[in-house]
């Protein structure tokens, strides 16, 4: 259960949150992720290009989407990171 794949899988995941902890002028001109689509709706994308809110690094990581799958305000999805 508990194999290499699992490890290698975990270890991924756990890199991805860490990569979005950084903050904004740490990631400068390449974040780590980015979504921009052509829509009228606003919460349909991200804004700043595609990056979302500017955020400082404070430990959450940071999220474009909540899970109702509309674009986030602000960088941070609280719940998400309480769990």
């Known amino acids: ?41 606003a919460s349909d994308t991200l804004s700043q290009s595609g990056r979302g809110a500017s955020a400082k690094r404070c430990g959450l990581s940071k999220c474009g989407f909540r899970p109702s799958d509309d674009a986030t305000t602000l960088p941070f999805l609280v719940p998400a990171n309480a769990m």
């Open 1 to 41: 259960c508990f194999d290499e794949t699992w490890e290698a899988a975990v270890g991924v995941a756990l890199d991805t949150i860490e990569a979005e902890q950084a903050s904004t002028l740490e990631e400068g001109a390449n974040p780590t992720y980015s979504f921009q689509r052509q829509t009228n709706v």
